[in-house]
């Protein structure tokens, strides 16, 4: 069964912005530290952001002061804000807890940024 649902992707000019949300199980969101991932054709997976059960959060180099991560923890869901976009955000987009694990999965959602 699906675990982990992504949606809010879609196609946005550079500049634009985005909100991602990922739905999960109790069990899952239970985790001390929920994240997203990103990963571009022939590329390897990249850490995106993190954040604890407190909102503690953690951002690659690349995305921080672009990008939010937050939680609702009565909704056992986990957002990102995307703006400021560049077409080197273009990628598909994968939540997860951290460190990442192959036990739960997700279809992800594409992010694409065009002109």
């Known amino acids: 069964q699906v675990q982990l649902v992504e949606s809010g992707g879609g196609l946005v000019q550079p500049g634009g912005s985005l909100r991602l949300s990922c739905a999960t199980s109790?069990?899952?969101?239970?985790?001390?530290?929920m994240a997203w991932y990103r990963q571009a054709p022939g590329k390897q997976r990249e850490l995106v952001a993190t954040i604890t059960r407190g909102g503690s959060t953690n951002y690659a180099t690349s995305v921080r002061g672009r990008f939010t991560i937050s939680r609702d923890n009565a909704k056992n869901a986990v957002y990102l804000q995307l703006s400021s976009l560049k077409p080197e955000d273009t990628a598909v987009y994968y939540c997860?807890?951290?460190?990442?694990?192959?036990?739960?999965w997700g279809q992800g959602t594409q992010v694409t940024v065009s002109s």
């Open positions: 997860n807890v951290w460190p990442f694990s192959r036990d739960y």
């Open positions: 109790g069990s899952i969101f239970s985790r001390n530290v």
